[in-house]
């Protein structure tokens, strides 16, 4: 049976609330889970909107509708997922929460940030995945598992493995551990200077270092590498940086990069390396591409078109497909169609548009 959303109620003692010297506060109503996503793309918007991130066909009403399409959907349907699965209760006053602090959130942000990375939106969860649950999310596993899903999708709540368990690859320790090669077992972190053992997972030192191996001899823990030195993983890396091919990279300009959200806000991710995008009508190319809102069209930023205006190609249709020369508009989830194209982006045709699962682990 589907596991009910969560609402905390107040008692009151008068259930009409309005009497003489009543100076409690009304009652605020939280937010269904079938409301979330729209309620979060709307505040996200009313939030790029103030920021003057909104240009050129890309209006309030289309970042709306882009938001729900890319951003929330697909993490909202596997909230739901995993609540009719059991392994999450979800809270709708606690979400409230969630979309106020996506109103206040920095200009420093662009549109395709993680959902569930901010504290008061992970709020909205209590996880409840123990070992052998079904998990669609890291945040479906409750205090002391984590989200295998390296052989399936939706993945499998672990256990954490404690100090001088045996662990072996696929296994993570509890924080502050780590899997030794030699040893196979749990072992702590390690301090600077410490001789090191290589690890099957987790950084075998202290946050700050890394096990070097380069120097002859036992290795070593040193400290972690800046931006743009060579790497092997990212525990060799400052914090906040991760290795990518092989230099770390903090999502400066320049950073060596694999997609959009490896840069910091306000680049892009162009020839794999982070990079001002361009505005309209400004020189373009794959390494050199437009901002949001705007395609590369015969090497000139041009705003993406509405429907009904003349298109070569899908990707020049703002939330659309092209179609006989003219863009149309995208369907939305449920409407019945014959392929994925004809649908809003990140979906698949299974007879009706269907959003596609958020990514597992």
């Known amino acids: 049976m589907r596991r009910l959303t969560a609402i905390a109620f107040v008692t009151l003692a008068a259930c009409s609330g309005g009497g003489d010297g009543d100076d409690t506060p009304p009652q605020t109503s939280g937010i269904a889970l079938d409301a979330l996503c729209a309620e979060l793309a709307e505040a996200d918007c009313d939030r790029a909107q103030a920021c003057d991130l909104l240009a050129g066909t890309f209006d309030h ?105 045996n662990c072996t690859f696929g296994d993570r320790c509890a924080d502050g551990l780590f899997c030794g090669v030699t040893s196979q077992r749990c072992l702590a972190q390690v301090a600077l200077d410490s001789v090191c053992e290589l690890s099957i997972s987790g950084n075998s030192c202290r946050p700050g270092g890394f096990c070097d191996t380069s120097s002859p001899g036992e290795p070593v823990c040193r400290p972690v590498r800046g931006r743009g030195e060579g790497c092997q993983s990212d525990f060799e890396c400052l914090i906040g940086a991760t290795c990518i091919r092989n ?39 794959a390494a050199v591409p437009c901002r949001v809102g705007y395609r590369c069209i015969e090497g000139s930023c041009t705003a993406e078109k509405l429907a009904g205006e003349a298109c070569i190609g899908d990707d020049e249709c703002l939330l659309g497909r092209c179609e006989d020369d003219l863009c149309v508009e995208a369907f939305d989830d449920g409407v019945t169609c014959t392929m994925s194209r004809e649908c809003l982006p990140e979906r698949t045709c299974e007879d009706v548009c269907t959003a596609i699962p958020l990514a597992c682990g």
């Open 247 to 285: 230099r770390c990279s903090a999502g400066e300009d320049g950073d060596n990069c694999q997609d959009g959200a490896d840069c910091d806000f306000g680049l892009v991710c162009g020839g794999m390396q982070c990079t001002a995008p361009r505005e309209a009508d400004a020189p373009c190319s």
């Open 61 to 165: 009403d289309a970042c709306v509708r882009r938001q729900q399409a890319n951003w929330c959907t697909p993490t909202v349907a596997a909230i739901d997922a995993a609540v009719d699965d059991g392994v999450v209760t979800y809270f709708e006053l606690a979400a409230r929460e969630c979309r106020q602090a996506i109103t206040a959130r920095s200009c420093a942000f662009g549109f395709d940030y993680d959902l569930l990375a901010l504290p008061e939106c992970r709020a909205m969860l209590e996880a409840a995945g123990t070992e052998g649950d079904a998990c669609p999310f890291d945040a479906a596993c409750a205090d002391g598992f984590w989200c295998d899903a390296s052989a399936a999708c939706p993945g499998t709540c672990r256990p954490f493995l404690s100090n001088n368990a």
